[in-house]
Structures are given as structure tokens and as C-alpha cells.
């Protein structure tokens, strides 16, 4: 079992929080660009606008 002073676990979460937030910000970022990188997707494959809908 390893122990620390109070003072020295204190300095030690501001860098744990850091990290967590990183870490969550770049998911939230990975995921908005798959997001619109599907929707992108989706719109190239149904085509040009009014392309074999009847409509001029």
C-alpha cells in the first residue's frame, strides 16, 4: 500500500480533472465528426438534387 500526505494528493487532482476533460472533449469531437461524416455520406449516395424524383 502506497501513502501520501494530503498536500501531495490535493496537487495531484487539478491534473486528474485536466485529463479527464481532454479526454472527454476529444470523444465529444470524434463523435460530432462520424456524425456528420455519416450524414455526408448519406447525402452523396442519394445523389444530385432531383435526380430520379419526376420533379424538374
Same mark, same amino acid.
Given at each position: 500500500?502506497?501513502?501520501? @500526505?494530503? $498536500?501531495?494528493?490535493?496537487?495531484?487532482?487539478?491534473?486528474? =480533472? /485536466?485529463?479527464?476533460?481532454?479526454?472527454? !472533449?476529444?470523444?465529444?469531437? @470524434?463523435? $460530432?465528426?462520424?456524425?456528420?461524416?455519416?450524414?455526408?455520406? =448519406? /447525402?452523396?449516395?442519394?445523389?444530385?438534387? !432531383?435526380?430520379?424524383?419526376?420533379?424538374?
Amino acid at each position: 500500500m502506497v501513502e501520501f @500526505a494530503q $498536500s501531495e494528493y490535493q496537487a495531484l487532482l487539478p491534473d486528474s =480533472r /485536466r485529463m479527464f476533460f481532454a479526454i472527454s !472533449g476529444v470523444l465529444l469531437v @470524434a463523435a $460530432s465528426c462520424m456524425v456528420l461524416a455519416a450524414g455526408e455520406v =448519406r /447525402r452523396a449516395d442519394r445523389g444530385p438534387v !432531383g435526380a430520379g424524383t419526376g420533379h424538374r
